[in-house]
C-alpha cells in the first residue's frame, strides 16, 4: 500500500510543477474509485466512478474512453459545477461577489491525500477562481472497507469584502450510464419513510425541505439510485446516500442530455444566502454515500459498519432497554403514578424508566400541548420533591432514569415567551403560525444557544445519574426571522444555517460534558433522522406510529441507511395486534415498552417479561451483526430479515406476516437466509414463542449453512403465527 501513497505524493508534485498538465486524481476504496482529471482548461471533472482497477497506471487513460467534449455544449462532468460562467447546467456553488458579479470559474490549484489510518485517507483539492477571490476546497473522504465516501467541501472568501454564497452544495456527483432509478421516501406525522421507485427523466428531479427544524417530515434526506436496473437486494449497481445535515437540504438529480446523472447534494439554497466576510470559510455538511455492485443488501451493510464504527455515538456499545410513559399517562401523572411505573419497568426486566412530556411549568403547567414550553422546572404539583427524588426512586427500584426534553422550542403560553420574546423565531408585524402550539427558538442568537446548552447542563450536573435523553422537535419554523440577526445587521437568510450550526455546537458541549449519558434523537415520530445529528446521538425514534405492521415498512426502509442498534422501537396500545407481534418487531432494534402493564393479561406478562430475558441472548447480534433483507413485504406476504454475527456462529431471523388478507397458506415456500458460513452445521430453533403454544422448530435438526442459504427454512407463518423468530446458532455454541 505504501508505494501507492508515495505514487499519489509524486502526482501532486506534479501538479504543483506542470499546473496544465493533465492531472489524474483517483480515489479509491476496497471496490469503487472515483476519478477526478484536470482537462486543458484546468478544470477538475469527474470522469468515471464505478468499479476500480487493480493496475491504478491506467486511470489516466480512462477519459479517453469517454467522449464527452462537446463544444457546442456545456461541460456537465465538473467536479464542483460553479455557475455564471461556461456553465449552463445546474450548478453546485453560486457566489455573488461584493460588485454584484454572480460569475464564478474554478480552477485546479493542487492536491493532497492524507492517510488518515490504514482504512481512512483523506483527499483534499484546492479550486480557485483565477478572477476574483475565492478559494473551494474539495473534500474526499474514502473509509476504504466499508466502501463508504464522506464528500464535502469548503469556500473561501480571500477577498477583502464580504460575498454572498447563493448555493454552496457538499457533493457534486457524476455518473455515467442511461437510466437511473431513484427510491425516494416522502411521509407525514406517523407515516415516515414511504417509499417511491421511479425512473429519472430528463430534466431536474429535486428532494428537498424547507421546514427549517424538524425537517425531514415530509422527505429525509436519505436516497437511493440504482443504475440500468433497479437494484434488488443481492443484485444491481447501487448508490446509497443521505445527507449529513439537520436542517434544510436539497438534492438535485439532473439526466443530463448525454443520459448521465448529474447529482448535486447539499444545504438548501432557498432563503438560505450566506454571507462569507473576508477570510472566512464556510464548511458544508458532508454526502455520505456507498456504491455497491451486489444491490442494497451489500449497499445498507457498508453504510452500516461505517456508522456504527465512524459516525453514530457509540455505535459499538449496548442500548438501555426501557419502559415510557408517554402512551401510557399522556401528561397525567404525578409521583406515586411514576412510582408505580418504576416497578412496573423493574418487574418486567427492562433497564430504564423514561419520563417524557408534562414534568415541567409552574405558571403555565405542562398539562396538555399548548403551555408550559420553555420552562424547564419541575412541575410542583406533579412532582412536589423534584427530579433528584425520582432518580433516587428510580435507582432504588432497580433502573435508571432517563427524561424527554425539548429545549429548542417555546409556547407562547410560558414564561420563557413572557420573558423573552426577542429569543423566539417570529415576525414582529406579523401574525405568529404555530405547529403542535409552539414556536422555535431562535439558536441564531448565542444566548438563547447557552441557554439551551444550560437545560441540559444544569439538568445533568444536578443529577448526574440521569442516564438517557429523549430530545424532541416538534414545530417546524414560519416566519423565519431572527430579531437578533436584525439587531446585528446580519443578513436573515443566514437564519436557516447559523440555526443548524448553533444546534451542532450545542451537542457538541453536551456530548463532550456528559459522554456517557445516552440520547436519543426524536422529531415528532422520525421528523429528524440523519447522520449529521447522528454524530451526538445514540440512537432516533422512527415514529410514532407503533403500529406493529406499519413498523415492518417503517423500520425496513430504515435500514436501508441506518444501522437496528440506532432504532429506537416500543411496544405500545397503539395497534390491537398481538403483543408477540409488537414485541418480535421491536426486537429488530433497541427494544422498548410505552404499555399500561396493570392492563396486560397474566399470560401477555409473562410473556413480556420472558421476551425481555430472550431479547438479552440476541440484542448483541442484532445491534452488531450484518443485516440481511429475505423477503420484501412490498413484494410478498411475509417480511424476513436476519442479523448474522460477524463470525457466522450465532443469527437471529425475524418473520412477520406482512399483510392482513385472508390466506389459508401464507408461507409455501421457504425463507432463504444469507450470511452464514455454508460449511457450518446450524441449530434452527424458534424462540420468543407465547405462553401455551408450540415452536415449529425445536432445534433438534441440523441443518448446513449450505442448506439453509440454497434451500432454505420455513417458518411457517400463518395468521394464528403472525410473527415468528428463529435462532440460528452454530451446533459448537449452546
Ligand atoms: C412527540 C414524540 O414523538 C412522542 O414520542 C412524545 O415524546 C411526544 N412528542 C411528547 O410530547
Redesign the pocket.
Known amino acids: 500500500m505504501k508505494h501507492t501513497i508515495y505514487f499519489y505524493i509524486l502526482l501532486l508534485i506534479s501538479a504543483t510543477c506542470a499546473a496544465q498538465e493533465k492531472i489524474t486524481i483517483p480515489i479509491e476504496t476496497s471496490e469503487n474509485v472515483t476519478i477526478l482529471q484536470t482537462d486543458e482548461d484546468n478544470r477538475l471533472n469527474i470522469v468515471y466512478f464505478g468499479k476500480k482497477l487493480s493496475d491504478t497506471s491506467a486511470y489516466p487513460a480512462v477519459s479517453k474512453q469517454f467522449l464527452r467534449s462537446d463544444p457546442d455544449n456545456s461541460i456537465t462532468n465538473n467536479a464542483y459545477t460553479p455557475s455564471g460562467t461556461w456553465n449552463l447546467s445546474e450548478p453546485a456553488i453560486q457566489i455573488k461577489q461584493p460588485n454584484g458579479d454572480h460569475s464564478l470559474e474554478l480552477k485546479y490549484i493542487s492536491h493532497t491525500i492524507e492517510m488518515v489510518d490504514d482504512n481512512v485517507w483523506l483527499t483534499s483539492i484546492v479550486l480557485r477562481d483565477p478572477v476574483f477571490p475565492v478559494e473551494v476546497k474539495l473534500f474526499y473522504k474514502a473509509y476504504r472497507r466499508e466502501n463508504v465516501m464522506e464528500q464535502w467541501s469548503s469556500i473561501r472568501n480571500a477577498g477583502k469584502k464580504p460575498v454572498m454564497l447563493e448555493k454552496f452544495a457538499s457533493a457534486n456527483l457524476y455518473i455515467a450510464g442511461g437510466k437511473f432509478f431513484l427510491r425516494q421516501y416522502h411521509g407525514g406525522w406517523a407515516e415516515e419513510m414511504v417509499p417511491e421507485e421511479t425512473e429519472l427523466t430528463s430534466g431536474i428531479k429535486v428532494l428537498d425541505s424547507k421546514l427549517g427544524t424538524r425537517a425531514d417530515l415530509f422527505q429525509p434526506p436519505s436516497f437511493v439510485v440504482s443504475i440500468d436496473q433497479p437494484a434488488t437486494e443481492n443484485n444491481g449497481e447501487v448508490i446509497m446516500a443521505s445527507l449529513a445535515w439537520t436542517g434544510n437540504f436539497k438534492i438535485d438529480l439532473e439526466k443530463d442530455s448525454y443520459q448521465n446523472l448529474r447529482l448535486i447534494a447539499g444545504i438548501n439554497p432557498y432563503a438560505a444566502e450566506y454571507e462569507l466576510k473576508p477570510s472566512e470559510t464556510f464548511e458544508t455538511p458532508a454526502l455520505i454515500y456507498t456504491l455497491s455492485h451486489q444491490g442494497k443488501g451489500t449497499g445498507s451493510r457498508n453504510l452500516h459498519a461505517w456508522a456504527t464504527k465512524y459516525r453514530l455515538r457509540d455505535g459499538k456499545g449496548k442500548r438501555l432497554t426501557l419502559l415510557n410513559n ?1 402512551e401510557s399517562t399522556y401528561f397525567d401523572f404525578d409521583e406515586p403514578k411514576l412510582k408505580g411505573l418504576f416497578k412496573n419497568a423493574s418487574d418486567l426486566g427492562v433497564d430504564m424508566f423514561l419520563l ?2 408534562g414534568w415541567f411549568g409552574n405558571k403555565y403547567p405542562r398539562n396538555n ?1 399548548v403551555a408550559g414550553l420553555g420552562d424547564w422546572q419541575e412541575n410542583k404539583l406533579k412532582l412536589p420533591h423534584g427530579l433528584g427524588y425520582l432518580v433516587k426512586e428510580a435507582t432504588a427500584a432497580g433502573i435508571k432514569f432517563g427524561i ?1 426534553v ?1 429545549p429548542e422550542m417555546v409556547n407562547p403560553k410560558s414564561e420563557l415567551y413572557e420573558k423573552h420574546r426577542d429569543w423566539v423565531i417570529r415576525h414582529p408585524d406579523r401574525k405568529e403560525y404555530y405547529f403542535r402550539n409552539q414556536l422555535v427558538l431562535d439558536l441564531a442568537n448565542p444566548e438563547v444557544s447557552s441557554f439551551v446548552f444550560g437545560i441540559i447542563d444544569s439538568m445533568l450536573t444536578k443529577n448526574p445519574d440521569i442516564a438517557f435523553i ?1 430530545w ?1 422537535c ?1 414545530a417546524v419554523i414560519y416566519n423565519a426571522y431572527s430579531a437578533y440577526l436584525a439587531k446585528n445587521k446580519m443578513p436573515q437568510s443566514m437564519l436557516y444555517v447559523s440555526y443548524v450550526k448553533a444546534l451542532y455546537g450545542i451537542m457538541e458541549k453536551i456530548k463532550n460534558k456528559f459522554p456517557s449519558t445516552a440520547m436519543m434523537l ?4 422520525g421528523g429528524r433522522v440523519d447522520y449529521g445529528a447522528l454524530k451526538y446521538f445514540t440512537e432516533y ?1 422512527p415514529s ?1 406510529n407503533t403500529d406493529p405492521l406499519e413498523r415492518v415498512f417503517i423500520q425496513w426502509e430504515n435500514s436501508y441507511f441506518f444501522p437496528a442498534i440506532a432504532s429506537c422501537n416500543h411496544v405500545t396500545d397503539w395497534s390491537p395486534a398481538p403483543l408477540k407481534f409488537k414485541i418480535d418487531v421491536a426486537m429488530m432494534g433497541k427494544l422498548g415498552f410505552d404499555i399500561v402493564m396493570n392492563k396486560l393479561s397474566p399470560e401477555d406478562l409473562l410473556f413480556a417479561k420472558k421476551a425481555v430475558e430472550e431479547y438479552r441472548t440476541i440484542s448483541d447480534v442484532v445491534w452488531h451483526g450484518d443485516l440481511y433483507r429475505l423477503s420484501d413485504p412490498f413484494k410478498k406476504n411475509i417480511a424476513a430479515l436476519m442479523y448474522v454475527s460477524p463470525d457466522k456462529t450465532k443469527s437471529v431471523v425475524f418473520n412477520y406476516l406482512a399483510n392482513t388478507r385472508y390466506q389459508t397458506n401464507v408461507s409455501p415456500e421457504p425463507i432463504r437466509l444469507n450470511g452464514l458460513d455454508p460449511e457450518k452445521k446450524y441449530r434452527v430453533k424458534e424462540i420468543n414463542v407465547y405462553p401455551g403454544t408450540m415452536p415449529a422448530l425445536n432445534g433438534e435438526q441440523l441443518y448446513s449453512g449450505e442448506f439453509l442459504m440454497n434451500i432454505g427454512i420455513n417458518p411457517a407463518v400463518n395468521r394464528s403465527r403472525a410473527s415468528v423468530v428463529l435462532s440460528v446458532t452454530e451446533l459448537s455454541l449452546p
Not at 522 to 525: A, N, R, V, Y
Open positions: 408517554w417524557d412530556d400541548d424527554w425539548e429523549k424532541d416538534n426524536c422529531s415528532g415520530g425514534w410514532d
